[in-house]
């Protein structure tokens, strides 16, 4: 009888050959293959062509956009109204030696858009670079007395609009090279953020005002990486730098009346690795870094720093350990470490107090926490239908001068995966989660200003349920269904100030369908709610108000498509989308008022037609529909309050349309 090799048949007959000790240690990988007796010119893969030349697709985007809002260009990728133009590209490049490339690129040219480009050598080096421009639109209709200009805040007579919108540009570079056990890489980033953005100032007198934003963000990382038959490590240096351009802002008649972010660095060196013995997988990481903040002070009575001294040093450490010591049952477990030390300068300050200043000089507090985690899990197969897996977590934090300085978190958690059938999969998981520490008291910093009797929600003791379920079926070879549930609750039961209980629950719904080969579809559906209830107190002493909260969430959506038309040359798709968020707020005191509510919904809609103009020329037309609406009740008109200038009513209220036409040649 006569038996037919190709190169992996081979290559697995080599590896079965140079095995000389336990099985279990050797590394199965065909890249790890004793080929060096075989022919392989011989024994060449008849049906894997590598395809030399150029492959992909190119097309140009016409668009005409319709709208009296910027906001909408939040999903449209331009808040330009009327023409627009794009470019779109998925296009790769290979010869025979090994040199490949490839070039992607989408919305090129649009306010929200990305170019990537790759090229190298396949197994030596490869070079990276990109560009992406993202922007989000806040309101084109704020309207401002103070106006921004070389530093200074010029106050108007008369409101003005006023452009509330970050534009993010970002540029990286990277470059790696390497050969079988080693690779070394790096990589630069630079972003560049402008616009304006809602701030305020309270001296003289409260004012919102749209605050410049002009800021540039550097990023460096280095390593080499090195692996082995059962071993990786990877050594990285990461360094990144923030400046800030805008300087601190003056009134004409008063100075440094705003305090800009300040310019920083940050530093990190970090050692990483696995090791694999047998069924065992040993994994950690070893990190220390250094922040530092070395700018200007606003120069004020009873300041005396002429710049700030900040340093922070990081610690961050983490060992994991999986094993299989069976076939039925793991075991795993995992510790962390990570440690914050402030060691900023330390001086006297005049101490503000709410009706002015006492006269008394204390130190400023540098603020330090330190975070230990432990976590144990087990998994064990009780047949080839049933998983049970188990676990136990525990995270220790302390907090220096803080209300709390210590709190421990445990949690229990279970989780049974269950297959009854081929086309069903159950899976159920429970949690128990409660929160102690030691004993509470109000910070020694805030003592005067903040009733003992309140508790912040994450110090507080805590007790949490948590419950899910989820539900997998495929009933037919053309549906397929997807349904999770969850419920979750928190009670704060030592708390008589502040957040006393919460909450949390909700359901997914998806449907998959693949009606014929030329129709599909999808559905899905899901609510979340979430109820919280607080108590206050008017009178600084025991609680003398209520306040229940609901928050609910809706999110509706189906889309299809339809190909093989006019012989195959057309194609057709839809997309819809419905999503709703409302906010409720009940206060009681006396009796129940209700605060003022939140509401915001969003109706999006995309069709879609594709035609094939021949095999490598297509031409697309796409409309896309957005209805827009959100109303806060904490948005007021400019003087609705005395004493107080806003920057108007914010909230959003518009119908915007969108249409496309697209040509694409493919390359082959």
């Not at 530093?151 to 993010?168: A, D, F, M, N, W």
């Not at 889309?559 to 707020?585: K, Q």
Request: some cysteine.
């Amino acid at each position: 009888m006569r038996f037919k090799f190709n190169l992996i048949t081979l290559s697995l007959l080599a590896i079965s050959g140079a095995i000389t000790g336990s099985a279990m240690a050797a590394d199965f990988g065909v890249n790890k293959a004793n080929t060096s007796t075989v022919n392989q010119q011989v024994f060449q893969c008849k049906r894997c062509p590598q395809v030399a030349g150029y492959t992909g697709t190119i097309g140009v985007n016409a668009a005409y956009i319709d709208s009296d809002d910027i906001h909408s260009g939040n999903a449209f990728g331009t808040d330009n109204d009327g023409a627009n133009g794009s470019v779109d590209a998925d296009l790769h490049y290979r010869n025979t030696a090994g040199y490949k490339a490839k070039f992607q690129a989408h919305q090129l040219g649009l306010d929200n858009g990305f170019a990537h480009l790759e090229a190298g050598k396949s197994g030596h080096y490869k070079l990276v670079a990109d560009y992406q421009q993202l922007t989000r639109y806040q309101s084109g209709d704020a309207r401002s007395q103070l106006w921004y200009k070389d530093g200074v805040l010029t106050p108007s007579e008369h409101t003005q609009i006023q452009e509330l919108s970050l534009q993010r540009n970002k540029a990286g570079l990277g470059l790696s090279y390497g050969q079988d056990f080693y690779q070394a890489y790096v990589r630069y980033e630079h972003e560049n953020k402008t616009g304006y953005q809602s701030s305020s100032i309270v001296t003289p007198r409260p004012v919102n005002f749209g605050l410049p934003v002009d800021a540039n963000t550097d990023n460096l990382t280095a390593g080499l990486s090195l692996s082995g038959d059962s071993w990786t490590t990877n050594l990285n240096y990461f360094v990144s730098q923030y400046k800030n351009d805008v300087d601190a802002l003056s009134l004409p008649y008063l100075y440094d009346v705003f305090a800009p972010a300040p310019d920083n660095q940050a530093h990190q060196i970090s050692l990483s690795g696995q090791y694999q013995l047998n069924r065992t997988v040993m994994s950690g990481r070893l990190a220390s870094g250094k922040m530092t903040q070395d700018d200007d002070l606003i120069q004020m009575s009873g300041n005396p720093l002429q710049n700030w001294d900040g340093e922070v040093d990081t610690l961050d450490g983490k060992l994991s350990v999986t094993s299989l010591l069976s076939n039925t049952l793991r075991l795993g477990g995992s510790v962390d470490y990570s440690k914050r030390d402030n060691k900023g300068s330390v001086w006297e300050f005049a101490q503000y107090e709410v009706n002015g200043i006492s006269g008394a000089f204390k130190q400023n507090i540098p603020l330090d926490t330190e975070r230990r985690g432990l976590k144990l899990n087990a998994s064990y197969r009780l047949s080839s239908d049933y998983r049970l897996q188990a676990g136990y977590d525990r995270k220790e934090m302390e907090r220096s001068y803080g209300d709390r300085e210590q709190t421990n978190d445990d949690a229990l958690w279970a989780k049974l995966n269950v297959r009854a059938m081929d086309d069903i999969k159950l899976t159920f998981k429970a949690s128990l989660d409660n929160r102690g520490g030691s004993e509470y008291q109000t910070s020694e910093l805030t003592s005067s200003e903040t009733n003992p009797l309140l508790r912040k929600y994450y110090l507080a003791d805590r007790k949490r349920t948590a419950f899910e379920a989820k539900f997998n079926h495929t009933p037919t070879s053309w549906l397929s269904v997807d349904m999770t549930a969850r419920y979750a609750k928190d009670d704060y039961n030592e708390t008589q100030l502040g957040l006393t209980e919460s909450e949390d629950y909700g359901y997914d719904i998806n449907l998959g369908l693949q009606l014929n080969a030329h129709l599909s579809g999808y559905a899905f559906a899901g609510q979340q709610w979430i109820d919280a209830a607080q108590a206050g107190s008017q009178g600084f002493s025991s609680p003398d108000w209520f306040a229940d909260v609901e928050d609910e969430f809706i999110n509706l959506g189906a889309g299809f498509n339809y190909s093989g038309l006019l012989e195959d040359r057309l194609s057709l798709g839809g997309d819809y989308l419905f999503a709703n968020s409302a906010s409720n707020t009940l206060v009681t005191y006396d009796v129940t008022t209700p605060q003022g509510d939140y509401t915001s919904f969003n109706h999006s809609l995309k069709l879609h037609a594709n035609y094939a103009l021949s095999e490598e020329m297509a031409l697309k037309l796409a409309y896309q529909y957005e209805r827009y609406y959100d109303t806060d009740y904490a948005q007021i008109d400019v003087n609705t309050v005395p004493g107080l200038t806003t920057l108007g009513s914010l909230n959003h209220n518009y119908n915007a349309h969108q249409v496309m036409l697209s040509f694409s040649y493919q390359l082959r």
